[in-house]
């Protein structure tokens, strides 16, 4: 008898749970913020600035538009030439898109990165051909965000959608499914912090690819186990 899984498709994003984009995103921020003559940021303060959208970061910072536009092209000079190279995937992650594909789950990346260096990182890291489609944002798009990024899947998804969970490793990804009443996994060895990970309430929360290829090989039989998986982690201090 062929088994069920408990999902038909799953949804991926990219940075901090597909690669650690760390360096690459890093060293470009701070390129831009010394082309318009700001500090640098430290590591610390960098860490946030994956998962959300970068003109916001950026807003957010500067605290003008334009400014921030100015910061936009600045950093994606230096990262579509050199920064998103500065990646590595996470240890697993091919294997684990290998058997959930081989298993016919169907596969697609939901990222609030733009287009173009998404579609460049998966080439060069040999992981786009695991993937049905690539959600990603118009570069021109400044107000691009996590659930809109997924609405444009669900066309694609059809009757699949009542079976398909997101994966990500911020709040973002969980509230971006909760918009279309998908279902979150959240990944915590991304960049999203544990505690705000662990009080938006997420279908479960996955401490290593290894935890997470559990989650997602669960069968339609157990699966009804898994959310209490979170809570044996703990509630955060």
């Given at each position: 008898?062929?088994?069920?899984?408990r999902?038909r498709a799953?949804?991926f994003?990219?940075?901090?749970?597909?690669?650690?984009?760390?360096?690459g995103i890093?060293r470009?921020?701070?390129?831009?913020?010394q082309q318009?003559?700001?500090?640098?940021l430290?590591?610390?303060?960098?860490?946030?600035?994956?998962g959300?959208?970068?003109?916001?970061?950026?807003e957010?910072?500067l605290?003008?538009?334009?400014l921030?536009?100015q910061?936009?092209?600045?950093?994606?000079?230096?990262?579509?030439?050199?920064?998103?190279?500065?990646n590595?995937?996470?240890?697993?992650i091919?294997?684990l898109?290998?058997d959930?594909k081989?298993?016919?789950?169907?596969?697609?990346?939901?990222?609030?990165?733009?287009?173009?260096p998404?579609?460049?990182?998966?080439?060069h890291?040999?992981l786009q051909?695991?993937?049905?489609?690539?959600?990603?944002?118009?570069p021109?798009?400044?107000d691009?965000?996590k659930?809109?990024?997924?609405g444009?899947?669900l066309?694609?998804l059809?009757t699949?959608?009542?079976w398909t969970?997101?994966?990500?490793?911020t709040?973002?990804?969980?509230?971006?499914?909760r918009?279309?009443?998908?279902?979150?996994?959240?990944?915590?060895?991304?960049?999203?912090e544990?505690?705000?990970?662990?009080?938006a309430?997420?279908?479960?929360l996955a401490?290593?690819v290894?935890?997470l290829?559990?989650?997602?090989?669960?069968?339609?039989?157990?699966?009804?186990?898994?959310p209490?998986?979170?809570?044996r982690?703990?509630?955060?201090?």
């Amino acid at each position: 008898m062929k088994r069920q899984h408990r999902f038909r498709a799953i949804l991926f994003d990219l940075d901090g749970t597909l690669t650690d984009p760390f360096t690459g995103i890093a060293r470009s921020v701070n390129y831009a913020l010394q082309q318009l003559g700001h500090p640098r940021l430290s590591d610390d303060e960098l860490r946030h600035w994956i998962g959300p959208p970068l003109h916001t970061s950026f807003e957010q910072l500067l605290g003008d538009p334009r400014l921030a536009d100015q910061a936009v092209a600045h950093y994606r000079q230096r990262y579509w030439e050199t920064g998103l190279y500065e990646n590595t995937v996470f240890p697993g992650i091919p294997e684990l898109l290998s058997d959930l594909k081989a298993a016919g789950i169907r596969l697609f990346v939901a990222t609030s990165k733009i287009r173009p260096p998404t579609e460049r990182i998966l080439t060069h890291f040999g992981l786009q051909s695991f993937f049905e489609a690539i959600a990603a944002v118009d570069p021109d798009n400044r107000d691009g965000n996590k659930a809109m990024v997924i609405g444009t899947l669900l066309p694609t998804l059809g009757t699949d959608r009542a079976w398909t969970v997101m994966v990500g490793d911020t709040i973002f990804d969980i509230h971006g499914a909760r918009t279309h009443r998908m279902p979150c996994i959240a990944v915590t060895y991304g960049y999203g912090e544990y505690r705000d990970l662990y009080l938006a309430a997420p279908l479960a929360l996955a401490s290593t690819v290894g935890t997470l290829r559990e989650l997602l090989s669960a069968d339609a039989s157990t699966f009804g186990q898994i959310p209490s998986f979170t809570a044996r982690h703990g509630k955060p201090t």
